[in-house]
């Protein structure tokens, strides 16, 4: 959750939250939301109602996505959070989550390169957008030339093949695994723009991702202002993957930048994430603590925008045609 009120500058946040409720635990193998996973979303989502509340939220968009689009009792899961939290879910397509995805991090990618691949690792599915900034407008929004959205993601991944003792054979099977997937979409960007191979970097939103960054900073504890932005090579990358394979699984959950609720997930993320720079090998790659959350509330923003400007014409030419009543000569006998 991320409430904000705008500025000037574009806006300014006022609270946020955020819990890993793991919804779609289980969801490969049954096709539906568990009980017990439905309910410590709702937990989660009262939460927010209160924060939202207590704040005085009077703009609200509120999403699902992959385990959502995915599961066949996603309606009365949409149901039940309504009745019990009076937050109206919108299961968002894969298409809005990655236009949204793009939207939050925009003002991280390089505007000196030609494209980059923007990606968003989840639980249940996996973001890829490729993006190209205008040409002659390094200024202007990036344009999204392909997007895909793959249906692993690190809860998904780590139930299949196991995220508690990973060896590194496990572990390879599982790049193996996401490579496959991504074929497809590989051969897609590279016949659509030769810059796939050129003047581009990576831009990755994610709770691996941001691990991976706090791991490599060395931080006693997660630090938002010094991940988010931060420059890392591949090299950077695969140092601190060798150092979370070569942990047990206590070592993991004991890391101060990992912790219990994403040990046994972590090195399914990094799983995934070292398939898409296999993929797309980037000399730099830019980490977002940043994406969803900042793309909705930019298009709340520009929403209203444009209901302010759209009333401002209104009154402009309910003005001119005043105007115009008024300056009717009148016939006097």
Known sequence: MLIARRNSDGFKVVDAYSRIVRLGEGLARTGALSEAAMTRAIDALKICADKMARRGV????????????????????VARVKKETGLSLEIVSTEDEARLAVAGCAPLLDPCCSSALV???????????WVRMPDGDKRGRPVIGDWTSLPCGVVTLAEHHGG????????????AEVSERLAPFIESVRALDDEASGDFHLLGTSGTVTTIAGVHLGLDRYDRTRVDGLWISPEDVQRVTQSLLGMSYNKRAAHPCV?????????AGCAIFEAIARAW??????????GLREGILMSLIENDARRGRRRRRRRRRNARRANEVAAQPVEVN
């Not at 912790?259 to 090195?267: P, Q, W």
């Not at 090998?281 to 977002?288: D, Q």
Request: aromatic letters at 4%; proline letters at 2%.
């Open 58 to 77: 009077s703009r609200t968009r509120t999403i699902a996505t992959a385990a959502c689009r995915t599961a066949s009792n996603s309606g009365h899961f």
């Open 119 to 129: 990606f968003d690792i989840g639980g249940g599915s996996t973001e890829l957008i």
């Open 164 to 175: 508690v003792d990973v060896s590194s054979d496990l572990y390879d099977r599982m790049v």
């Open 259 to 267: 912790g219990g609720e994403r040990a046994d997930l972590v090195l």
């Open 281 to 290: 090998p980037a000399e730099r790659l830019r980490v977002a603590d940043r």
